[in-house]
């Protein structure tokens, strides 16, 4: 059962390169709407699985005087 298992892999391994390789030479223009949709929704599920959550932030400290706002609250009525 292992050895037909191998075959199989071997075979559908074989049929994704090929697929691979004319995916490559086409654009990504030339997709629809849906499928540009369908292939950000996979990719950034596939991103996040390699990468876990990823959080962009910035030190207050790095942040220009001018461009940093100290968020403040005036409850005085």
């Known amino acids: 059962m292992a050895g037909l298992r191998r075959d199989r892999v071997k075979v559908w391994g074989e049929q994704l390169r090929k697929v691979e390789a004319e995916l490559a030479k ?16 996979s990719l950034r599920r596939q991103i996040a699985e390699v990468t876990g959550t990823v959080r962009f932030t910035t030190p207050v ?9 100290d968020p403040v609250q005036d409850w005085s009525g």
């Open 26 to 41: 086409r654009e990504v223009a030339d997709l629809t709407t849906a499928q540009l949709c369908t292939l950000a929704r």
């Open 61 to 69: 400290a790095e942040i220009p005087n001018d461009e940093y706002h």
